[in-house]
């Protein structure tokens, strides 16, 4: 059979090493073979190709020291820096927070997690403690850890010198620059020599082919240039509506921390591809990130109308349901992905806490137990132990409660909501130095929670310390401003300290 | 007396001509300005209103202030509405190199735009027929114009780097005309990308803004105010301070808008639009900033509202019906009498001289003193008369090549000093030649360096007397220094300069001829028959001009200077009253030299991006870098975060000697660009009336296209 065609097949069977095994061969007798090289470049390529658009998470340093963003303080509900100040979603009271102090979402995704951390501290702790993947900077630590071309070992030295190459000679050839480029931007991750090619070939092609200039937009996007990425994805979106562009650019607005031009530009691209559930998705993602339940609900419905097995907007509204006090509703969504084929420890978690507070007990513990038996994470076994530990204090079974929440610190020894409740059955046994010293664990564990705060504060109350149960009030009320028993705890202590 | 109704420390420092107000919610008022650090704040008292409804919250003006980073030098603050319902304002912020306008209410862009020539000056509104409202921002040498999509419906060239922009309706038409102040102290309006007239002023112009009636108030970089009426300067006012900003706003309440000032060492004066009389005062503690008007309290009246450049903002209700036309602190009839008697005191004196002059003259003393007398007296005789008379003087090795005026009596008496103003020529606007006294003689010249061919009013003061006189007479007269007053004609074998302009004119030759002798500096009119042909030469070294006329109307002017062949044809054009005029030109010289700017202009482009991207994976290195070296300071692990922070100094060196790299790249850009935009619009000089717009309109598309061999053919016919 001609290696050629061989070496073909083989790229589309995606079996790339054995592909590159045969372009290399095929090099090595004719150096000048373009077919074998552009092949060769591409299965390597592929090899390491990441989907730039969703798997994308911004790095410590830009989240700390960039400053993109144009208002510093933002109308509630335009910014998606401070969560929580949308409209419609359920309060903190009763939607927990991530670990890193954000509503939780149905679905973990990249920027999920985030949440604008204070200090340098707070930043490089986070990621340690909720076991993040969050790069140091969106420019080096993923794609380095993502095993790109830097450990792929090449037996005699890379496949393409980028020092010696003519940039100017290969972006006049298409043929040959585009995958050239897809090499350099992927596989070498060499963003500021794939920005040139790029730049010279778009020149090239007298800046006709939108395709260079989403490329273009890339690159400048990878670099922190949000401004020039914004420029090049409207010039190439004026030329081609590509889904893609939409999503990227949207990507940059969001960057630029503004939800609601991002939101525009999803709706713009749904005029051209209307019921397109990628874009539909970025929109009720934005609203989620905005805490506006009831939008995001509605476009993951639209999402659904359009994909009925979109895995993602079915999990969102779920969650939604259940943080609603709907956990039948929710309860179906979950079936429904386990009909889809999700098998894993999470969504039978979610089951059993749909069907304890469904009262389908009978079905509660045994889908625990799945979940336990499917678990392959010390810190998802934490969490199922705390929900177990839930159930049971829902029941009233406080010792197998506090056995849960035990079991759950085994596996997780920074569970802060498990040392939370620990110390409130604690509290009601009497013993109060233990409570007391699980509260002040959950505080530095999680200091955005009300929680612990307000425990702590009630607890200080009835010992009489009344100046560290103010202290304590004023933090729960800071993370959580409408909780209402610790702004009347507040209001005694203020009297209180009035009299005195 | 008026007094501020409210006060306001905003603890942020102001950019001076950085402030506007804008309804971003289309309902309340925002006192927004550029501050320090590339930052603007937005001053929103209102929210907090709404929300104290219930009880006291304290009223801290912090909490009000919402920053806004830019994270660039701002240039330009305006607030707008971009639509044309006009109900939410859209805020506007240049900086060098690009324009943002953004919704504020909302947090979102609503563009953004590369602005490559710069933002000076921004206005928002509507611009002749065009329909929706535009954001106007001026450059260098350039003029732009926005709608709410970014879409440029508007451009053009002007001059020199614009300083100061408004919208108003000069010609009352009902339209808005543009009007632009520039460095090369020139106010032009435009109506829509047409010039309609042109007004040259002696500094740059820092301000201007709409007033009622047609008129428009501007302020110069000298510390100049004053008022346009149409194209005639109605008043004018001179103050050893700047005037930072200047705003309309009818103070006294009597339905007519003053001319408010805001000065650069804190003074606020409201002047009559009409005479330019002071009726109100106040002091800021510190330069004013800006001045805008706005209903800032949600009353129902609308407030002028001050600031200082270190956030000092008051505001100011127009006067009620009680004390109308009476702001200042004073008692009128008071001040009225203090000045009557001034003028009496110097009427008397007045005529105390007359008296003792008219006693010397009747009456021969006895002691035969007489001559003397007199000549103490200052009498002289009654046929004295002051003669001026304008010459070119070709200078030498120890003077500039000049226009020598000189003043001189007809008999013995004396020029003790002249006394000259004229605006635009001397420093200052005023010269005064004093000889000393050995020197003194009847005949008096003084060196004129008119540094523009533009006509020149020149106002003489002479003092003539007795040689040994101690009272002097005024002579007072007004000579007009022509347009072109630093030519010579030429020698004849001067050699014909490369470049050349040719139009045809309806005219005589005669009436040509006429203009010439009007407007160049000659010494006998020059007359011919048949083909009109003449060569002046430059004194400020811009070569040889020929004109040349023949009798059928051909007109050739030969000169290698684009900039005096376009004042030569703009002049001829008015004076023969032509509307619009083609004129084919034929610079090979300045061809040449743009086709090099332009190719540099591409240059410098294709080393930016990539100096850009070297600095962008630079700074992300440093920060990775620094992340690093602070995880390795928590962990305690010294020796890597040492090493860490050694690096980051290293690399933060080579990012600073990057930044100079494209600083300087970047400057020499800027000047490129200016270049090319002089070179435009030298070309619509070239042309009169509608060919000039052509001119422009279509030089602009050719850049845009990047077509620079149409852009040559359009400078030398006029046309694609």
Same mark, same amino acid.
């Given at each position: 059979?001609?290696?050629?065609? %061989?070496?073909?097949?083989?790229?589309?069977?995606?079996?790339?090493?054995?592909?590159?095994?045969?372009?290399?061969?095929?090099?090595?007798?004719?150096?000048?073979?373009? /077919?074998?090289?552009?092949?060769?470049?591409?299965?390597?390529?592929?090899?390491?190709?990441?989907?730039?658009?969703?798997?994308?998470?911004?790095?410590?340093?830009?989240?700390?020291?960039?400053?993109?963003?144009?208002?510093?303080?933002?109308?509630?509900?335009?910014?998606?820096?401070?969560?929580?100040?949308?409209?419609?979603?359920?309060?903190?009271?009763?939607?927990?927070?991530?670990?890193?102090?954000?509503?939780?979402?149905?679905?973990?995704?990249?920027?999920?997690?985030?949440?604008?951390?204070?200090?340098?501290?707070? /930043?490089?702790?986070?990621?340690?403690?909720?076991?993040?993947?969050?790069?140091?900077?969106?420019?080096?630590?993923?794609?380095?850890?993502?095993?790109?071309?830097?450990?792929?070992?090449?037996?005699?030295?890379?496949?393409?010198?980028?020092?010696?190459?003519?940039?100017?000679?290969?972006?006049?050839?298409?043929?040959?620059?585009?995958?050239?480029?897809?090499?350099?931007?992927?596989?070498?991750?060499?963003?500021?020599?794939? *920005?040139?090619?790029?730049?010279?070939?778009?020149?090239?092609?007298?800046?006709?082919?939108?395709?260079?200039?989403?490329?273009?937009?890339?690159?400048?996007?990878?670099?922190?240039?949000?401004?020039?990425?914004?420029?090049?994805?409207?010039?190439?979106?004026?030329?081609?509506?590509?889904?893609?562009?939409?999503?990227?650019?949207?990507?940059?607005?969001?960057?630029?921390?503004?939800?609601?031009?991002?939101?525009?530009?999803?709706?713009?691209?749904?005029?051209?591809?209307?019921?397109?559930?990628?874009?539909?998705?970025?929109?009720?993602?934005?609203?989620? =990130?905005?805490?506006?339940?009831?939008?995001?609900?509605?476009?993951?419905?639209?999402?659904?109308?359009?994909?009925?097995?979109?895995?993602?907007?079915?999990?969102?509204?779920?969650?939604?349901?259940?943080?609603?006090?709907?956990?039948?509703?929710?309860?179906?969504?979950?079936?429904?992905?386990?009909? %889809?084929?999700?098998?894993?420890?999470?969504?039978?978690?979610?089951?059993?806490?749909?069907?304890?507070?469904?009262?389908?007990?009978?079905?509660?513990?045994?889908?625990?137990?799945?979940?336990?038996?499917?678990?392959?994470?010390?810190?998802?076994?934490?969490?199922?132990?705390?929900?177990?530990?839930?159930?049971?204090?829902?029941?009233?079974?406080?010792?197998?409660?506090?056995?849960?929440?035990?079991?759950?610190?085994?596996?997780?020894?920074?569970?802060?909501?498990?040392?939370?409740? *620990?110390?409130? *059955?604690?509290?009601?046994?009497?013993?109060?130095?233990?409570?007391?010293?699980?509260?002040?664990?959950?505080?530095?564990?999680?200091?955005?929670?009300?929680?612990?705060?307000?425990?702590?504060?009630?607890?200080?109350?009835?010992?009489?310390?009344?100046?560290?149960?103010?202290?304590?009030?004023?933090?729960?009320?800071?993370?959580?401003?409408?909780?209402?028993?610790?702004?009347?705890?507040?209001?005694?202590?203020?009297?209180?300290?009035?009299?005195? | 007396?008026?007094?501020?109704?409210?006060?306001?420390?905003?603890?942020?420092?102001?950019?001076?001509?950085?402030?506007?107000?804008?309804?971003?919610?289309?309902?309340?008022?925002?006192?927004?300005?550029?501050?320090?650090?590339?930052?603007?704040?937005?001053?929103?008292?209102?929210?907090?209103?709404?929300?104290?409804?219930?009880?006291?919250?304290?009223?801290?003006? @912090?909490?009000?202030?919402?920053?806004?980073?830019?994270?660039?030098?701002?240039?330009?603050?305006?607030?707008?509405?971009?639509?044309?319902?006009?109900?939410?304002?859209?805020?506007?912020?240049?900086?060098?190199?690009?324009?943002?306008?953004?919704?504020?209410?909302?947090?979102?862009?609503? !563009?953004?735009?590369?602005?490559? @020539?710069?933002?000076?000056?921004?206005?928002?509104?509507?611009?002749?027929?065009?329909?929706?409202?535009?954001?106007?921002?001026?450059?260098?040498?350039?003029?732009?114009?926005?709608?709410?999509?970014?879409?440029?419906?508007?451009?053009?060239?002007?001059?020199?780097?614009?300083?100061?922009?408004?919208?108003?309706?000069?010609?009352?038409?009902?339209?808005?005309?543009?009007?632009?102040?520039?460095?090369?102290?020139?106010?032009?309006?435009?109506?829509?990308?047409?010039?309609?007239?042109?007004?040259?002023?002696?500094?740059?112009?820092?301000?201007?803004?709409?007033?009622?009636?047609?008129?428009?108030?501007?302020?110069? /970089?000298?510390?100049?105010?004053?008022?346009?009426?149409?194209?005639?300067?109605?008043?004018?006012?001179?103050?050893? &301070?700047?005037?930072?900003?200047?705003?309309?706003?009818?103070?006294?309440?009597?339905?007519?808008?003053?001319?408010?000032?805001?000065?650069?060492?804190?003074?606020?004066?409201?002047?009559?639009?009409?005479? =330019?009389?002071?009726?109100?005062?106040?002091?800021?503690?510190?330069?004013?900033?800006?001045?805008?008007?706005?209903?800032?309290?949600?009353?129902?009246?609308? $407030?002028?509202?001050?600031?200082?450049?270190?956030?000092?903002?008051?505001?100011?209700?127009?006067?009620?019906?009680?004390?109308?036309? &009476?702001?200042?602190?004073?008692?009128?009839?008071?001040?009225?009498?203090?000045?009557?008697?001034?003028?009496?005191?110097?009427?008397?004196?007045?005529?105390?001289?007359?008296?003792?002059?008219?006693?010397?003259?009747?009456?021969?003393?006895?002691?035969?003193?007489?001559?003397?007398?007199?000549?103490?007296?200052?009498?002289?005789?009654?046929?004295?008369?002051?003669?001026?008379?304008?010459?070119?003087?070709?200078?030498?090795?120890?003077?500039?090549?000049?226009?020598?005026?000189?003043?001189?009596?007809?008999?013995?008496?004396?020029?003790?000093?002249?006394?000259?103003?004229?605006?635009?020529?001397? $420093?200052?606007?005023?010269?005064?030649?004093?000889?000393?006294?050995?020197?003194?003689?009847?005949?008096?010249?003084?060196?004129?360096?008119?540094?523009?061919?533009?006509?020149?009013?020149?106002?003489?003061?002479?003092?003539?007397?007795?040689?040994?006189?101690?009272?002097?007479?005024?002579?007072?007269?007004?000579?007009?220094?022509?347009?072109?007053?630093?030519?010579?004609?030429?020698?004849?074998?001067?050699?014909?300069?490369?470049?050349?302009?040719? !139009?045809?004119?309806?005219?005589?030759?005669?009436?040509?001829?006429?203009?010439?002798?009007?407007?160049?500096?000659?010494?006998?009119?020059?007359?011919?028959?048949?083909?009109?042909?003449?060569?002046?030469?430059?004194?400020?070294?811009?070569?040889?001009? !020929?004109?040349?006329?023949?009798?059928?109307?051909?007109?050739?002017?030969?000169?290698?200077?684009?900039?005096?062949?376009?004042?030569?044809?703009?002049?001829?054009?008015?004076?023969?009253?032509?509307? @619009?005029?083609?004129?084919?030109?034929?610079?090979? %010289?300045?061809? $040449?030299?743009?086709?090099?700017?332009?190719?540099?202009?591409? $240059?410098?482009?294709?080393?930016?991006?990539?100096?850009?991207?070297?600095?962008?994976?630079?700074?992300?290195?440093?920060?990775?870098?620094?992340?690093?070296?602070?995880?390795?300071?928590?962990?305690?692990?010294?020796?890597?975060?040492?090493?860490?922070?050694?690096?980051?100094?290293?690399?933060?060196?080579?990012?600073?000697? =990057?930044?100079?790299?494209?600083?300087?790249?970047?400057?020499?850009?800027?000047?490129?660009?200016?270049?090319?935009?002089?070179?435009?619009?030298?070309?619509?000089?070239?042309?009169?009336?509608?060919?000039?717009?052509?001119?422009?309109?279509?030089?602009?598309?050719?850049?845009?296209?990047?077509?620079?061999?149409?852009?040559?053919?359009?400078?030398?016919?006029?046309?694609?």
């Amino acid at each position: 059979m001609d290696p050629m065609y %061989m070496a073909y097949s083989l790229f589309r069977r995606r079996k790339f090493e054995d592909c590159i095994n045969i372009c290399t061969e095929l090099l090595e007798k004719n150096p000048y073979d373009q /077919a074998a090289w552009s092949l060769k470049t591409r299965a390597l390529t592929e090899q390491v190709y990441v989907d730039e658009i969703d798997v994308d998470e911004e790095g410590i340093a830009e989240m700390l020291m960039d400053d993109n963003t144009i208002a510093q303080i933002t109308r509630p509900g335009t910014s998606l820096k401070k969560p929580g100040t949308g409209q419609g979603a359920p309060s903190a009271g009763v939607r927990p927070l991530s670990q890193s102090g954000r509503p939780l979402s149905g679905f973990v995704r990249p920027g999920t997690q985030s949440g604008r951390p204070g200090t340098m501290e707070q /930043a490089i702790r986070t990621p340690r403690t909720a076991h993040t993947a969050r790069p140091v900077t969106s420019a080096s630590g993923r794609f380095v850890r993502l095993g790109t071309a830097s450990m792929l070992s090449t037996p005699d030295g890379p496949f393409i010198n980028l020092a010696r190459l003519n940039f100017s000679k290969y972006a006049a050839r298409p043929n040959l620059a585009k995958p050239l480029f897809e090499y350099i931007f992927h596989h070498e991750n060499d963003v500021r020599n794939a *920005l040139e090619l790029a730049a010279l070939a778009t020149e090239a092609c007298g800046f006709k082919d939108w395709w260079w200039k989403v490329q273009l937009g890339k690159c400048y996007y990878r670099l922190g240039l949000y401004r020039d990425a914004e420029r090049q994805f409207k010039s190439a979106l004026k030329q081609q509506e590509m889904v893609d562009t939409y999503l990227y650019l949207c990507k940059v607005y969001v960057r630029l921390d503004q939800p609601l031009t991002a939101i525009d530009i999803y709706k713009q691209g749904l005029e051209k591809h209307p019921g397109e559930t990628a874009l539909l998705t970025g929109i009720a993602r934005i609203y989620e =990130g905005l805490n506006d339940m009831t939008n995001a609900v509605k476009f993951y419905k639209q999402v659904l109308h359009n994909d009925n097995t979109h895995v993602e907007a079915i999990a969102c509204i779920a969650n939604y349901h259940f943080y609603t006090d709907q956990p039948e509703i929710a309860l179906r969504y979950y079936r429904r992905l386990l009909q %889809m084929g999700v098998y894993n420890a999470e969504l039978f978690n979610n089951l059993g806490l749909c069907c304890f507070y469904a009262q389908q007990y009978d079905m509660t513990l045994s889908t625990f137990e799945r979940a336990l038996s499917l678990s392959t994470d010390d810190l998802l076994t934490a969490d199922i132990w705390y929900n177990i530990g839930q159930v049971a204090v829902g029941i009233g079974d406080t010792s197998l409660a506090l056995q849960c929440f035990r079991l759950a610190l085994v596996s997780n020894n920074d569970h802060p909501e498990a040392y939370n409740n *620990l110390g409130v *059955l604690e509290l009601r046994k009497g013993h109060l130095d233990q409570a007391r010293a699980f509260f002040q664990a959950a505080e530095s564990l999680a200091p955005h929670m009300f929680e612990p705060h307000y425990n702590f504060a009630t607890l200080s109350d009835q010992v009489g310390d009344l100046q560290s149960s103010y202290n304590a009030t004023k933090k729960a009320i800071e993370a959580y401003p409408e909780h209402c028993d610790s702004k009347e705890l507040l209001e005694q202590l203020k009297k209180h300290f009035s009299i005195l | 007396m008026l007094v501020p109704i409210f006060t306001l420390k905003l603890n942020h420092k102001i950019n001076p001509r950085m402030v506007t107000l804008g309804k971003y919610d289309g309902k309340h008022p925002n006192l927004t300005a550029a501050t320090t650090a590339g930052k603007v704040f937005v001053h929103n008292p209102h929210t907090r209103m709404a929300n104290a409804s219930g009880r006291a919250i304290e009223a801290s003006v @912090d909490s009000d202030v919402s920053l806004l980073s830019i994270n660039q030098q701002v240039s330009a603050v305006c607030a707008g509405s971009l639509d044309s319902l006009g109900v939410n304002d859209v805020l506007m912020v240049g900086t060098q190199t690009n324009l943002l306008a953004y919704d504020v209410q909302n947090n979102t862009d609503v !563009f953004y735009k590369d602005a490559p @020539d710069g933002v000076n000056a921004i206005a928002v509104g509507q611009l002749g027929d065009i329909e929706t409202p535009l954001a106007i921002i001026g450059g260098n040498c350039s003029l732009q114009g926005y709608d709410s999509e970014g879409n440029d419906l508007f451009w053009t060239v002007t001059g020199d780097n614009v300083c100061s922009l408004v919208l108003c309706d000069v010609t009352n038409d009902g339209d808005k005309e543009l009007i632009v102040g520039s460095e090369d102290f020139d106010i032009r309006v435009f109506r829509k990308d047409e010039i309609i007239s042109e007004m040259t002023e002696t500094e740059a112009i820092t301000a201007l803004c709409s007033m009622a009636n047609n008129r428009f108030g501007y302020a110069l /970089a000298n510390g100049t105010v004053g008022v346009y009426e149409n194209n005639s300067r109605y008043w004018r006012i001179k103050s050893k &301070n700047q005037a930072v900003s200047i705003h309309s706003f009818d103070l006294n309440g009597d339905g007519v808008p003053e001319l408010i000032t805001g000065w650069s060492n804190g003074k606020v004066d409201a002047r009559s639009d009409r005479t =330019g009389e002071v009726i109100f005062k106040d002091n800021l503690s510190s330069s004013v900033a800006g001045i805008v008007e706005g209903d800032y309290r949600m009353d129902g009246h609308s $407030e002028l509202i001050c600031c200082s450049v270190e956030g000092e903002v008051r505001g100011y209700l127009p006067a009620s019906q009680e004390q109308k036309g &009476n702001l200042m602190d004073t008692n009128v009839e008071q001040e009225t009498i203090r000045e009557l008697s001034q003028r009496k005191q110097n009427l008397l004196l007045e005529l105390k001289n007359y008296e003792e002059n008219a006693k010397a003259g009747q009456a021969e003393r006895p002691s035969g003193m007489g001559e003397l007398d007199k000549a103490q007296m200052g009498i002289i005789p009654a046929n004295t008369q002051l003669q001026t008379s304008l010459t070119v003087n070709p200078g030498d090795a120890n003077k500039p090549p000049h226009v020598e005026l000189s003043v001189s009596t007809t008999n013995d008496t004396i020029v003790r000093s002249v006394l000259i103003f004229a605006e635009g020529i001397f $420093e200052g606007e005023s010269h005064v030649v004093h000889p000393s006294v050995q020197n003194l003689s009847n005949c008096l010249k003084v060196q004129v360096v008119p540094p523009k061919d533009v006509p020149v009013d020149l106002h003489i003061k002479a003092f003539v007397g007795g040689k040994s006189s101690n009272q002097y007479h005024v002579f007072e007269l007004t000579r007009q220094l022509p347009r072109f007053s630093m030519y010579l004609p030429c020698p004849d074998d001067t050699p014909e300069p490369k470049s050349s302009v040719a !139009f045809t004119v309806n005219e005589r030759v005669q009436r040509v001829l006429m203009w010439i002798n009007q407007n160049f500096l000659l010494n006998e009119d020059i007359t011919c028959k048949g083909d009109l042909n003449i060569g002046f030469i430059s004194l400020r070294g811009s070569g040889p001009v !020929f004109i040349n006329m023949q009798a059928n109307g051909q007109v050739t002017i030969k000169t290698d200077d684009l900039d005096l062949a376009g004042d030569l044809i703009q002049a001829i054009a008015n004076f023969l009253g032509i509307e @619009d005029l083609q004129v084919t030109a034929d610079f090979p %010289m300045h061809m $040449e030299e743009l086709k090099n700017v332009l190719h540099k202009v591409d $240059e410098f482009h294709s080393v930016r991006q990539k100096l850009t991207a070297e600095m962008a994976d630079h700074s992300n290195l440093i920060r990775s870098l620094v992340v690093r070296a602070e995880d390795a300071r928590l962990m305690g692990d010294m020796r890597n975060m040492r090493r860490g922070y050694m690096e980051l100094f290293d690399l933060n060196r080579d990012l600073i000697n =990057g930044y100079k790299i494209r600083c300087t790249n970047h400057q020499e850009l800027l000047n490129c660009l200016k270049l090319v935009n002089q070179t435009i619009q030298k070309a619509g000089q070239l042309r009169v009336g509608k060919f000039k717009t052509q001119v422009v309109s279509s030089c602009r598309e050719a850049i845009k296209t990047n077509n620079i061999s149409a852009l040559f053919k359009i400078i030398k016919t006029g046309a694609s």
